[in-house]
């Protein structure tokens, strides 16, 4: 089954090389993918997983403001039980002092994402795109 | 008291020297005060920055007190969230013999963040409104250029005041990298006609460094033609930016790259250089990397005996030149009016930033860096050329691989990283 994956920023992150990217990465695993943009407020990355039933959203933030707005934007989503299926996962330069992503990892991880990544991983994080998810997403009509 | 930002750059001009600005900002006003402070004493002729954080770019003025209150660093100085008052405390306590500071923000709407700072007395800031949407915001170019227009309006303003305000058009860095240079003059010449329509006299025209400091020099020759053409009866110097693309990781790599950005400014003939430092793969850079780098990149301006034989392409620069000229006279021509002309040129993609995401950009256009390392057309999509402007290049559609897209975006890292691990 193909796999649909929403890829986004954070409300006050511009940087925009990095969903290029990203994009070109997830469609040569075979993604279907719908990237949101640069600068996307809470409320309209909600709306777009509600629209488009994803089975993956990645966030990517590279402006140093990620690991707290990657903490509101988990926080919001948990309001919405529908959106619960979706494997969420963050990654980038997620603070502004250079140290390891994974240094908010366990934060965000108890906060509800699936995954944190570091700048680096790469890898690790084409090895959890190609496995399924457990989506039921799809099943829900709206 | 600041002193004026225009008037600094023309004494220093007449001192022949480049004058050198950090990317600097932090959250808090005391460490922000030690910043300015910093750059005010250190050995160079400088100009103070204060670079707004980007909660603040997006109009969002409660998430820096959140993130301060509870002591979270923020990637800028939040000026609007610190109020005018409490930024004028900061710059009146600066001591510093002519000291002129300037705002570099990144907003696509930033009506509230000119108006702080004009009541706290600062009087250069940046902008534009293409060069201030498209790699910042989500928002329709249509809002953005009625908002630029009416923050030129209070800009120009204070002239009734005697106060000339300064306004830098960030047009020539784009999204950082990969913009052919004709693209980037084009607009950085229509946002200045824009400046000047709507009542600014003294702007500035900025470029950033390439994959190619021959190409770079080229692109600052035809620059100074056409600044000559377009802006002759107001005030205008030109400003180089180091590299704003992917940065080298070592410190060898970086400390180059740094000193010969200086040394194309230079040449250049450039007023002014806003620099960069080793941090900038990694982190923002601490006060100590800032003031280091200004005192690099200066004094690599005076020292051009070893300067890697750097020379203008004359066959690149009248293509350069021939390029920007024809974008910037089809827009003119689109609608008498500047503000409807641009818009209706994005609509057809006779403006089209390659790469750029935002909803008004069609996003056909691709670059590629070629074997002399020169940045060039690789797609044209609706660009009005005629094909005498183009090359080769022009004519191919080139597929992309992530990784090939990875390589194209590390092609100035690995340049500099690799020749001083050798
Ligand atoms: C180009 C650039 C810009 C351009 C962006 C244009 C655009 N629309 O994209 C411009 C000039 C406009 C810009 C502006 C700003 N920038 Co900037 N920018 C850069 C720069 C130089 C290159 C970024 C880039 O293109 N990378 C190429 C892509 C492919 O790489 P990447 O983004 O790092 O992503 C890779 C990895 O991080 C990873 N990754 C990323 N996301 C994810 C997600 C997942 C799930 C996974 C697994 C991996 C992953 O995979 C990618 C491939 O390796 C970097 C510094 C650098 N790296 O050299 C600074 C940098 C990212 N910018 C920075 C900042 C702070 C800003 C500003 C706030 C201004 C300022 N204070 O300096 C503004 C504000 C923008 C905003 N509102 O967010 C900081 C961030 C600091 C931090 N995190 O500690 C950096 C690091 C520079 C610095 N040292 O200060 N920037």
């Not at chain 1, 777009?48 to 690991?67: A, Q, T, W």
């Not at chain 2, 990784?403 to 194209?408: A, E, I, K, N, S």
Request: hydrophobic letters at 40%; a neutral charge.
């Amino acid at each position: 089954m193909k796999q649909r994956t929403v890829l986004s920023t954070l409300p006050s992150d511009s940087h925009s090389w990095n969903l290029v990217y990203l994009q070109l990465l997830l469609e040569e695993l075979g993604h279907e993918v719908i990237n949101v943009g640069t600068c996307v407020p809470i409320d309209v990355l909600i709306k777009k997983c509600h629209e488009s039933r994803p089975n993956n959203l990645v966030i990517s933030s590279v402006n140093g403001h990620g690991h707290l707005d990657g903490m509101k934007m988990i926080l919001a989503m948990k309001k919405y039980p529908m959106l619960k299926g979706i494997r969420v996962v963050i990654g980038g330069k997620l603070g502004t002092q250079g140290c390891d992503s994974k240094d908010y990892a366990e934060k965000l991880l108890r906060a509800g994402f699936d995954a944190v990544f570091s700048e680096k991983e790469i890898p690790e994080f084409i090895s959890l795109m190609n496995e399924d998810t457990k989506n039921n997403n799809q099943k829900i009509a709206l | 008291m600041i002193y004026n930002f225009s008037d600094y750059i023309n004494e220093m001009k007449r001192a022949n020297k480049l004058v050198v600005q950090p990317r600097m900002g932090f959250g808090t006003l005391d460490k922000m005060k030690q910043g300015l402070l910093a750059v005010a004493n250190c050995n160079a002729p400088t100009i103070g920055t204060l670079t707004l954080d980007s909660y603040t770019r997006v109009n969002d003025f409660i998430s820096p007190k959140i993130a301060l209150d509870s002591h979270q660093e923020i990637n800028g100085f939040p000026i609007v969230t610190h109020g005018a008052i409490a930024t004028r405390e900061l710059l009146d306590g600066i001591v510093a013999d002519k000291f002129a500071v300037q705002v570099r923000h990144g907003t696509a709407l930033p009506v509230e963040i000119i108006k702080v700072l004009l009541a706290a007395g600062i009087n250069a800031t940046e902008g534009g409104p293409i060069s201030y949407c498209l790699p910042y915001s989500r928002l329709p170019i249509e809002n953005a250029i009625s908002a630029w227009a009416t923050c030129c309006e209070l800009l120009a303003s204070s002239r009734e005041k005697g106060i000339i305000n300064h306004l830098e058009s960030f047009a020539g860095c784009m999204l950082g990298q990969l913009c052919p240079p004709s693209l980037l003059l084009a607009l950085g010449i229509l946002e200045g006609i824009f400046f000047k329509r709507h009542g600014l006299v003294s702007v500035s025209l900025s470029y950033a460094q390439g994959p190619s400091a021959e190409q770079d020099l080229s692109a600052l020759a035809a620059l100074h033609v056409l600044a000559n053409e377009y802006l002759s009866d107001i005030d205008w110097h030109i400003v180089v930016y180091t590299y704003m693309g992917v940065f080298p990781k070592t410190i060898a790599g970086a400390s180059e790259i740094i000193k010969t950005s200086a040394q194309i400014a230079k040449i250049g003939n450039a007023q002014r250089l806003i620099v960069k430092t080793p941090a900038e793969a990694f982190r923002i850079p601490t006060i100590e990397e800032n003031v280091k780098s200004l005192e690099l990149a200066y004094s690599a301006s005076k020292n051009l005996e070893n300067n890697n034989n750097l020379a203008i392409d004359l066959e690149e620069q009248e293509i350069i030149y021939h390029q920007a000229r024809f974008l910037v006279e089809s827009v003119l021509d689109l609608h008498c009016s500047l503000n409807k002309g641009l818009q209706i040129a994005f609509k057809k993609g006779y403006l089209d930033v390659p790469y750029c995401l935002h909803q008004n950009n069609k996003n056909l256009t691709r670059s590629v860096i070629d074997s002399r390392g020169y940045l060039q057309w690789a797609e044209t999509g609706n660009l009005p050329f005629s094909q005498d402007y183009l090359n080769d290049f022009s004519k191919r559609k080139i597929p992309i691989t992530s990784d090939g897209f990875l390589f194209m975006l590390g092609f100035v890292q690995h340049k500099y990283d690799n020749v001083k691990s050798e």
